[in-house]
């Protein structure tokens, strides 16, 4: 099992930033991607950015240019920077870990942000 603790969310007005951090504990493997979902109120969720093991990231197109991802595998932890917030950015947002070798997912309880004037 994976255990995932997710910090960081919160309210800020459009144009603004937040950073979210997702710190891994438990069985973690080597090879791993650890990324972000969201799920805006009556939506479906979507995933929004991945950073693999060996530092390759990926991005949703609406978030390229604006939001960072990032890992420390030493720590088992990742972090998204988000700058130039958009209302359409609220979500709730969760942390997730994939394990490349079982290719099983386990899941942060998510944290909320709120993007609002």
């Known amino acids: 099992q994976v255990q995932l603790v997710e910090s960081g969310g919160g309210l800020v007005q459009p144009g603004g930033s937040l950073r979210l951090s997702c710190a891994a504990s438990?069985?973690?493997?080597?090879?791993?991607?650890m990324g972000w979902y969201r799920q805006a109120p009556g939506k479906q969720r979507e995933w929004v950015a991945s950073?693999?093991?060996?530092?390759?990231?990926n991005y949703v197109d609406s978030v390229k240019g604006r939001f960072t991802i990032s890992r420390d595998n030493a720590k088992n932890t990742m972090s998204l920077g988000m700058n130039a917030l958009k209302p359409e950015d609220t979500a709730v947002y969760y942390c997730?870990?994939?394990?490349?070798?079982?290719?099983?997912?386990?899941w942060g309880q998510g944290t909320q942000v709120t993007v609002s004037s």
């Open positions: 997730y870990y994939y394990n490349s070798y079982d290719l099983r997912h386990y």
């Open positions: 950073v693999n093991n060996d530092g390759t990231t």
């Open positions: 438990g069985r973690t493997v080597s090879r791993s991607i």
